[in-house]
């Protein structure tokens, strides 16, 4: 059974730092495209960052810079690191698999693997 949990969400201050973890369990995270996606209240989900089997990344524009994907094998689990967060960062965040980061890049997975296995999202809200 494939799970993803993604945690690490809370209240940060516009300009501050936060640490998702996307804890994943029925696969392992070194051979599967990773990405993490964010949906705020009223707004369409979209993809914010991903992570490959050969490490290579990839993130929306409104996060260059901001946010940092990472993967630590061993934990089998993938991280974002969020800095300088700003108040429009506010969202439930989710991690899923996304097959060639597909999903985050265009919107849309690649179904040819098969459907993505989603974890539940974690709420990141960037307040004064």
């Known amino acids: 059974d494939v799970q993803l949990q993604a945690s690490g969400g809370g209240l940060v201050q516009p300009g501050g730092s936060l640490r998702l973890s996307c804890t994943v369990s029925?696969?392992?995270?070194?051979?599967?495209?990773i990405g993490w996606f964010r949906q705020a209240p009223g707004k369409e989900r979209e993809g914010v960052s991903c992570?490959?089997?050969?490490?290579?990344?990839v993130y929306a524009d409104f996060v260059k810079g901001r946010f940092t994907i990472s993967r630590d094998n061993a934990k089998n689990s993938v991280y974002l690191q969020m800095n300088s967060v700003k108040v429009e960062d506010t969202a439930v965040y989710y991690c899923?698999?996304?097959?060639?980061?597909?999903?985050?890049?265009?919107?849309?997975?690649?179904?040819?693997?098969?459907?993505?296995?989603w974890g539940k999202g974690t709420l990141v809200t960037v307040s004064s």
């Open positions: 899923a698999t996304d097959p060639r980061c597909r999903a985050v890049v265009t919107g849309t997975p690649d179904r040819s693997y098969g459907e993505p296995y």
């Open positions: 029925g696969l392992s995270v070194e051979n599967y495209a």
């Open positions: 992570i490959n089997a050969n490490s290579n990344t």
